[in-house]
């Protein structure tokens, strides 16, 4: 029989301490890979003066790309847009998404008929719903051309080619796609609200809404924080309705900065500061995902 500490019985404990780094070691592989490599890549590109047709200018231009962007006006109006795009959108589809939760969560004839209408609208991909939402706005054939035939609004109208009313519109078609999102997450979160919790409060006296003030919403608040938070991080990097439905037009006027990156990648084949721009945009993003979860307390239970 083997003496403890003996290199015999060491063995087996060291196998045993090993497995666990030995199972994850495909998957932190494949983070190197997939994750890690990439990141890299745009951070070296960052630091180039890199244009694709113009192969012969190429060269190590340092922080010059980084410094570029305090004189872009382009660069902050998408920046902006990109801030308002989030703000007005995480907040709506948070709203209507509640809202919907709490009407399906609800007991009525038809109900699994309606969850299936609330939440289809996930399912569709976003250059299918740009295409739904290009024929409701046809100023021709759509939605507003038969609303101006019964009076309301003008005729021939174009929603996405008029700088007032394209913000409108364009947030009306991404609602459309994301509100699904907060229904399905809170509403599986409202499922899990002890009963009991409802009944207690029911004999202290509490109608609806202080129930829903003092015990849905607490509940909620972990599942709330996360769902705008993931919508937030995917709304500010919203490219495929934003370029098919409009381009980023009219007049720049919808131009997001992650479709701003794309555009300097398609038509200047301006791979350095395009790299540049979305190094400023990671570090937007993992500044203000800290900062949000910090403020908001996101799994203290509190």
Request: glycine residues 8%; charged residues 15%; contains cysteine.
């Amino acid at each position: 029989m083997a003496l403890a500490g003996t290199p015999r019985s060491r063995g087996p404990r060291l196998r045993r301490a090993l497995t666990p780094y030995t199972l994850i070691a495909p998957t932190v592989l494949l983070l190197a890979v997939f994750l890690v490599v990439p990141v890299g890549s745009v951070l070296y590109s960052a630091l180039q003066h890199h244009v694709v047709n113009e192969p012969y200018d190429d060269a190590f231009v340092g922080l010059d790309n980084f410094r570029r962007m305090a004189g872009d006006e382009q660069f902050w109006r998408s920046l902006a847009f990109s801030a308002k795009w989030v703000a007005a959108e995480v907040v709506l589809q948070l709203l209507l998404g509640l809202a919907l939760a709490l009407i399906v969560n609800e007991t009525f004839v038809g109900r699994a008929v309606a969850r299936a209408l609330v939440f289809s609208p996930w399912a569709v991909s976003g250059v299918l719903t740009t295409g739904i939402w290009i024929l409701l706005y046809n100023p021709a054939t759509g939605v507003l051309h038969h609303l101006a035939e019964l009076g309301v609004g003008d005729a021939g109208t174009s929603v996405l080619g008029n700088p007032d009313t394209v913000f409108g519109a364009v947030v009306v078609a991404e609602l459309w796609r994301g509100v699904p999102f907060f229904a399905i997450l809170i509403l599986a979160d409202l499922q899990s609200v002890p009963r009991e919790l409802y009944e207690a409060a029911s004999m202290d006296g509490a109608g609806r809404v202080r129930s829903f003030l003092h015990v849905t919403l607490p509940h909620l608040r972990d599942a709330i924080v996360l769902a705008t938070l993931l919508r937030g991080v995917w709304e500010f990097n919203n490219v495929d309705l934003l370029y098919t439905l409009t381009n980023g037009g009219p007049a720049g006027a919808t131009t997001g900065l992650p479709l701003y990156v794309a555009q300097l990648a398609r038509k200047s084949y301006d791979f350095g500061y395009g790299s540049a721009l979305t190094c400023a945009a990671f570090v937007i993003l993992l500044f203000c995902s800290i900062l949000y979860l910090r403020l908001s307390r996101f799994g203290s239970g509190k």
